[in-house]
């Protein structure tokens, strides 16, 4: 199974809104609604900050947010913050019943 | 809380088995699917398989000749073991607990580095 694909990095000024992508395919991100979102800081184990495509566990930041279309999904962070600086990945459930990741962004604030 | 705690030793000699242990604490091991996921230095997260409490396995078809997964649930543990390891198996090894729904890693270790050197 080959990864997800994300960009390398994406930056953007505190306040802003920034918006990042992760494709697949139909055997992954388009055929199910599995998509989750993690954040990792250095030296962290990631952090999970969206669920089912859109979905935000208890106690994270309603600055963000997630998006699928077709074999794409989206993860939007809104208000940028300092502390919004961190590798954020995708990952999607697949049809082999199996798990695959993104590649990984890393998301600079400026 | 429950917490998760990988260990194993640091270094692993190239073609030789790499086996690793995620201890359960704080909660039961039981109902739950425990995958485990590596990330290679300065590089993306790859998922490496899962196992549920009952035993039944899937892994990660590119390592998947190479990999076992176990559970023992007397002693509220999972183990990785990856036979023949090269170079590019160095990287940190996170336990992880897949959410009661299924869909999402809620809870993960906090990692042990393997290096694979002679």
């Known amino acids: 199974q080959s990864a997800l694909t994300q960009p390398a990095s994406v930056s953007g000024s505190p306040g802003q809104s920034i918006t990042f992508s992760c494709t697949g395919t139909?055997?992954?991100?388009?055929?199910?609604?599995?998509v989750s979102w993690y954040q990792q800081h250095p030296g962290k184990a990631p952090k999970v900050i969206i669920f089912d495509v859109s979905n935000r566990p208890s106690g994270v930041s309603n600055r963000f947010s997630g998006s699928k279309s077709g074999n794409t999904a989206s993860l939007t962070i809104s208000g940028l913050q300092a502390e919004d600086e961190a590798d954020y990945y995708c990952?999607?459930?697949?049809?082999?019943?199996?798990?695959?990741f993104g590649g990984g962004t890393k998301v600079t604030v400026l | 809380q429950v917490q998760l705690q990988e260990s194993g030793p640091g270094l692993v000699k190239p073609w030789e088995t790499l086996s690793l242990t995620c201890i359960v604490s704080?909660?039961?091991?039981?109902?739950?699917?425990w995958h485990w996921i590596r990330q290679s230095p300065g590089k993306g997260l790859e998922w490496i398989g899962y196992?549920?409490?009952?035993?039944?396995?899937n892994y990660n078809p590119s390592l998947k000749s190479r990999i076992t997964i176990s559970v023992d649930t007397s002693k509220n543990q999972l183990s990785l073991s990856l036979r023949s390891v090269t170079a590019t198996d160095t990287a940190v090894y996170y336990c992880?607990?897949?959410?009661?729904?299924?869909?999402?890693?809620?809870?993960w270790g906090r990692g042990t580095l393997v290096t694979v050197s002679s």
């Open positions: 704080g909660g039961s091991i039981s109902s739950y699917y």
């Open positions: 139909s055997n992954d991100i388009g055929g199910y609604n599995y």
């Open positions: 992880a607990r897949l959410h009661s729904e299924g869909t999402y890693f809620d809870l």
């Open positions: 196992i549920y409490y009952s035993g039944s396995t």
């Open positions: 990952c999607s459930y697949t049809t082999s019943v199996t798990r695959v």
